[in-house]
């Protein structure tokens, strides 16, 4: 069974940056795609970016495109969001996502995955 495990969120000031990790366990997992999907109270969870596995190529949200890099260690089967310029409305729990079939993970229905969150509080 595979299990996403997250670290790295918490509070940082309005221009700080952080930096989240998603680690996936399971020796055979090969991911095709993984990245980072963000929710707000009351409202549903949207896709903030995600990486091709084997390619390394990256899609980003358009609120956080200049912001945000993702990358990717394969030897550790773990996938990083760097967070730069955080503003209040980046403030969201931080849900890590995976999948195994060949579908880009810009949308919640292609998730296979999910880790528990971790919660991103920016402070104006």
């Known amino acids: 069974q595979v299990q996403l495990v997250e670290s790295g969120g918490g509070l940082v000031q309005a221009g700080g940056s952080l930096r989240l990790s998603c680690a996936a366990s399971?020796?055979?997992?090969?991911?095709?795609?993984m990245g980072w999907f963000r929710q707000t109270p009351g409202k549903e969870r949207e896709f903030a970016s995600a990486?091709?596995?084997?390619?390394?190529?990256?899609y980003y949200a358009d609120s956080v495109k200049g912001r945000f890099t993702i990358s990717r260690d394969s030897a550790k089967n773990t996938v990083y969001l760097q967070m730069n310029s955080l503003q209040p409305e980046d403030t969201a729990v931080y849900y890590c996502?995976?999948?195994?079939?060949?579908?880009?993970?810009?949308?919640?229905?292609?998730?296979?995955?999910w880790g528990q969150g971790t919660q991103v509080t920016v402070s104006s």
């Open positions: 399971g020796r055979t997992f090969r991911p095709y795609t």
């Open positions: 996502a995976a999948n195994q079939r060949s579908l880009l993970l810009t949308r919640a229905t292609a998730v296979d995955y």
């Open positions: 990486i091709l596995w084997g390619s390394g190529v990256t």
